[in-house]
């Protein structure tokens, strides 16, 4: 009920370049008995990225000092999307891609890179950042992930 309702708004943003190539990457997910929540997931992804600014939210987790962060990467979103961490550090940060297409993870803190995984097409690789407190962004730098949903805030304490 729900995925033919997304189904309908989304063909609402098919005159954006980046909706109409999204909705294509869509076509090619296994057939739904397969994998029916993968689907619903590019559906979800897909209006977020043509939403404006205003997404669904995506699970948030708070992190104590020294523990390591795992992201799941997707076409596109990243799980966690929202992320704080207790006290100022190094940061080993696990992305595992679960997507069909390459990401990767990078951290931002305004236009400043601070670090973050190659881009890599399945499996997991990590990478260590120092953050100290303050704001930053998780950001997949493939194309125009980003916009389409990979991106994510992680404040540090
Ligand atoms: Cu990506």
Redesign the pocket.
């Given at each position: 009920m729900s995925a033919a309702g997304g189904q309908e708004r989304e063909s609402q943003c098919g005159g954006q370049d980046e909706a109409g190539r999204a909705d294509h990457a869509a076509a090619y997910y296994p057939p739904p008995v397969h994998r029916p929540w993968v689907a619903l997931a590019a559906g979800i992804a897909l209006l977020a990225g043509c939403g404006g600014g205003d997404k669904p939210d995506g699970r948030a987790v708070t992190l104590p000092a020294g523990r390591e962060l795992r992201v799941v990467?997707d076409e596109?979103s990243f799980d966690p999307e929202k992320v704080t961490i207790e006290q100022p550090g190094e940061l080993r940060i696990t992305l595992r891609n679960e997507g069909r297409?390459p990401?990767?993870l990078h951290v931002m803190r305004g236009d400043r890179e601070v670090g973050g995984t190659p881009v890599f097409e399945g499996g997991m690789r990590s990478a260590r950042v120092g953050l100290t407190r303050g704001r930053y962004k998780l950001v997949?730098t493939?194309g125009n992930?980003a916009e389409l949903g990979?991106l994510g805030t992680l404040e540090v304490r």
């Open positions: 990467a596109y297409l990401h990767d997949c493939v992930h990979m």
